[in-house]
């Protein structure tokens, strides 16, 4: 019998990577509406904004003001996305709990994504991490790509594992398939070496769901024992420097397949609920 944790940490990204690619600017205090019907359904960490270029990614255009409004709320903590040093400067600036620095696995992405060498980098991360957590914020360590990329194809195992390797001062680690492309086979076993040759992190899976392939990602992850998963509400999201890359998997979908398996979530469905026809109603005005 393959074990499975008991209770798994899912944490939303709809405000941020749920977002980011509407052409219609999204006001913050709609933002703020979804965040705060997310934080009643229960979820812990949201991913509320991103600290990146206005001109390339106008939606995450009010990060400052969304956090200033959220700085006094302590129910769940603030997770904001960085690609580069102005950005995470930024977002400790902001007050976030997290930083979600995101690198790539693939050279081509990380000069599309961040305009950036791999190497660039991963030197800025490891300033990241410093800085962070002298002021005791935490990081997350996200790389993008990890099975698959949209420019160069397959990745192999060898090199997400060697760049895990580069960034294990973070406080976790994130395995992104942001093309949606990923197996479940393929997925349990990156997964399963990475547990093996780093049996003290905490990783993280963000798998979108292109393909329809998600969920049965999510189990392969949770069958190499992994406990904390990405999701978005409504299945909302994309990443515009990613072709083809369409929504993340469905939060909703998420914890109703845990939850009747028998895996602790701490979310509220019929809350869950609430807050994705809230979402649909902002994605369609």
């Given at each position: 019998m393959i074990e499975l944790p008991k209770e798994v940490e899912i944490v939303e990204v709809s405000p941020r990577d749920g977002l980011q690619s509407l052409t219609e600017f999204v006001s913050t205090d709609r933002k703020l509406s979804l965040?705060?019907?997310?934080?009643?359904?229960?979820?812990?960490?949201?991913?509320?904004?991103?600290?990146?270029?206005?001109?390339?990614?106008?939606?995450?255009?009010?990060?400052?003001?969304?956090?200033?409004?959220?700085?006094?709320?302590?129910?769940?903590?603030?997770?904001?996305?960085?690609?580069?040093?102005?950005g995470y400067k930024r977002a400790?600036?902001?007050?976030?709990?997290?930083?979600?620095?995101?690198?790539?696995?693939?050279?081509?992405?990380?000069?599309?994504?961040?305009?950036?060498?791999?190497?660039?980098?991963?030197e800025a991360i490891k300033r990241c991490i410093r800085d962070a957590h002298d002021l005791g914020i935490r990081v997350r360590a996200s790389i993008a790509v990890c099975w698959v990329c949209p420019y160069e194809g397959k990745v192999p195992k060898e090199k997400v594992l060697e760049i895990t390797s580069k960034v294990e001062e973070a406080d976790e680690i994130a395995y992104n398939d942001t093309v949606g492309r990923a197996v479940p086979n393929e997925v349990y076993e990156l997964c399963y070496l990475a547990k093996k040759f780093f049996p003290k992190k905490r990783f993280a899976g963000h798998f979108h769901d292109t393909n329809s392939t998600a969920l049965a990602n999510i189990?392969?992850?949770?069958?190499?024992?992994?406990?904390?998963?990405?999701?978005?509400?409504?299945?909302?999201?994309?990443?515009?420097?990613?072709?083809?890359?369409?929504?993340?998997?469905?939060?909703?979908?998420?914890?109703?397949?845990?939850?009747?398996?028998?895996?602790?979530?701490?979310?509220?469905?019929?809350?869950?609920?609430?807050?994705?026809?809230?979402a649909s109603e902002i994605v369609t005005c």
């Open positions: 965040i705060e019907a997310l934080k009643k359904a229960g979820f812990r960490r949201i991913e509320v904004t991103s600290f990146v270029s206005q001109k390339h990614v106008p939606q995450m255009a009010d990060a400052e003001a969304l956090m200033n409004a959220l700085k006094n709320d302590s129910d769940f903590e603030k997770m904001g996305l960085a690609l580069n040093d102005l400790i600036q902001a007050g976030v709990d997290w930083i979600c620095y995101v690198i790539s696995a693939t050279e081509t992405m990380s000069r599309k994504n961040a305009n950036t060498t791999l190497e660039e980098s991963l189990y392969a992850a949770m069958s190499a024992g992994w406990t904390v998963f990405d999701s978005a509400i409504g299945g909302l999201g994309g990443c515009p420097f990613s072709p083809g890359a369409k929504g993340n998997v469905a939060t909703e979908k998420v914890v109703w397949m845990l939850e009747e398996m028998g895996i602790k979530t701490g979310l509220d469905y019929e809350k869950l609920k609430q807050a994705s026809a809230l």
